[in-house]
């Protein structure tokens, strides 16, 4: 079931695919977070919404977790690999969280599961 899901969002989302080999289609949100195992990266296509892809390495919940995201608005959980249909807790945000600007930065804080990747798509209005 995961596999089949994610394939389907890679076919599905030009972002996850279209700049494979561009530099324009990936750039860091969290590369240095040691002390959480957290890491966070950004796909984007010109003919799609931004994917936020973040992955919890460690078996402890991070709660209230904040990652930066490049625009304040609505972003929808399109996968949580701790979902129960995979066989997770069933750890999430409700199915979406809310990006908002602060300090010069746009950011949302979310609940990471243990052990986990979720993805986040932006929602235009």
Known sequence: ???RDLNYLYRSRPA????DCEPEGFSWLIVDDRDNSVF????????GNPVAVIS??????????????????KWREIINTD????????????????????????????????????MLEFVAD
């Open 1 to 3: 079931q995961t596999v």
């Open 40 to 47: 966070a990266w950004l796909r984007s296509a010109p003919d």
């Open 56 to 73: 919890n390495f460690t078996p402890v919940p991070r709660e209230n977790y904040r990652v930066p995201l490049p625009k304040a608005g």
């Open 83 to 118: 979902a129960a249909d995979y066989g997770g807790s069933g750890m999430g945000n409700g199915g979406a969280v809310k990006a908002r600007g602060e300090g010069g930065g746009v950011s949302a804080t979310m609940l990471l599961p243990p052990l986990s990747t979720i």
């Open 16 to 19: 996850l695919h279209a700049r």
